[in-house]
């Protein structure tokens, strides 16, 4: 079992290079290797867009990056793997709809259990909010895949997390979730009992435990024939979300697992996926 899991691990990584390779590198400066807090993973690189110089809809060029949407993309991995080198066709594929990006690293299991790793994503989330180089007027989405969604929907969720922000609630315009696990507890993984521990924790890690009707829109995307992380995550999250008086709203896909909402992003799919096309919608509507 763990070789498969090296195998597959390592087909995983190589896709995850040819996905980046093939993935364009103009339109968009990178910031890379910020620091945001004090651990060596705590690095985010930053994807701005290129300033565009024709007027659009009346406005000025310095008004349109105002207004330009920023993401904060949170990426997926068990809470055990993952770099964000790996996740640059994402921010290709969110520059290319208008947005700039942040992605950030985190620590992560073994090395340090579940609430170090949510208190990077916080230091992350922070750097973003408080950062004088942007605009507070700007649109703000977390985004995040599987791991990465859980992290990104309890930032929006538990308000404990981001309260030292003033006007936080403001800040953030909506989450967009992909393939999440929110609704977990009792554990079926065995290291998860670990990972989350100590046992006054665990239902700190469950989205689902937080929900209230102040929260930013939540927008939560599945495939069908996801085994890894079910669909009823999502659609239980969005359910007692909205029995509280929130806002949330589902998709779900034919034909799509786990990995293939993140993989949609790439070059390869992304003009046919159906599932951009949502996300592209979504964020322009908010």
């Not at 989450?175 to 999440?180: A, R, Y």
């Amino acid at each position: 079992m763990k070789f498969k899991k090296i195998v597959e691990a390592s087909a995983q990584l190589a896709g995850l290079q040819i996905i980046n390779a093939l993935a364009r590198s103009g339109g968009y400066r990178v910031r890379r290797g910020i620091k945001y807090g004090p651990h060596a993973r705590n690095r985010l690189d930053y994807y701005v867009r290129d300033r565009v110089r024709e007027n659009v809809q009346g406005y000025s060029e310095d008004e349109r990056t105002k207004l330009r949407p920023l993401v904060l993309f949170i990426y997926g991995g068990n809470w055990q793997s993952g770099n964000r080198q790996d996740y640059r066709f994402v921010a290709d594929t969110l520059c290319g709809m208008g947005c700039d990006v942040v992605l950030p690293d985190y620590r992560l299991y073994p090395e340090v259990r579940f609430s170090s790793m949510l208190d990077d994503v916080r230091l992350a989330a922070t750097w973003l909010l408080q950062n004088e180089e942007i605009e507070a007027e700007r649109p703000i989405f977390i985004m995040g895949h599987s791991a990465g969604a859980q992290l990104g929907s309890l930032l929006c969720l538990n308000k404990e997390l981001l309260s030292h922000i003033d006007e936080v609630e403001n800040r953030i315009t909506a989450f967009i979730g992909l393939s999440g696990p929110y609704d977990f507890y009792p554990y079926t993984e065995e290291s998860h009992w670990d990972l989350f521990a100590p046992e006054h924790e665990y239902p700190n890690s469950q989205a689902v435990n937080f929900v209230r009707p102040g929260a930013p829109p939540l927008y939560l995307l599945h495939g069908r024939d996801d085994n890894r992380v079910r669909r009823g995550h999502s659609k239980s999250l969005m359910e007692k979300q909205i029995a509280v008086g929130g806002r949330a709203s589902r998709e779900v896909y034919a034909g799509i697992g786990h990995a293939d909402l993140v993989v949609s992003f790439s070059v390869f799919h992304r003009r046919r996926s159906k599932a951009v096309k949502d996300i592209r919608h979504f964020i322009e509507s908010q």
